[in-house]
């Protein structure tokens, strides 16, 4: 089930040469949406790098994605000629992601809870990742919004 050291170790190279910093930018500088702190974007980032290196090796297994990994992952597709040549590059092929996979059926909720299952134990096999650590390692705010609660409360 699992691929060698040699084929992962490919991957996270082809990975590594894709350059982040737009994506990185988007969620950290861009005026007029919510601006997240930049060390959390960077944490979540190597963590979307980890799901990438999962899906290419476990092409059409559906790795799914831990809520700040698919903050990572929306920016990343807004960027949509970038992402398509990313794709290109790591995979040969576009990455698809649907943001409705769980939410359409019964089936349809046992294949998300199927995958998230596997991409847990994925994750744990190929970077030590435990369930906790891949899943609620991130649950980030926009400082916007931590901005805004904490006038909120002096206001009170």
Request: hydrophobic residues 40%.
């Amino acid at each position: 089930m699992w691929v060698s050291p040699a084929a992962c170790q490919d991957m996270i190279d082809r990975i590594a040469q894709v350059d982040f910093s737009e994506v990185v930018r988007l969620l950290t500088e861009i005026p007029g949406g919510f601006r997240y702190p930049i060390l959390q974007v960077r944490d979540a980032l190597c963590l979307y790098k980890r799901l990438l290196t999962v899906n290419g090796l476990h092409w059409g297994c559906r790795a799914v994605p831990s809520p700040s990994i698919d903050v990572i992952w929306h920016a990343h597709l807004q960027l949509t000629e970038k992402y398509d040549a990313d794709c290109q590059h790591m995979f040969g092929a576009f990455l698809h992601h649907d943001p409705l996979f769980g939410t359409r059926d019964q089936p349809d909720r046992e294949k998300y809870a199927r995958a998230k299952e596997w991409t847990k134990a994925a994750m744990l096999h190929y970077f030590g990742l435990s369930g906790e650590d891949y899943t609620a390692r991130l649950l980030f705010t926009p400082v916007d919004a931590m901005t805004a609660l904490s006038r909120g409360r002096a206001n009170a």
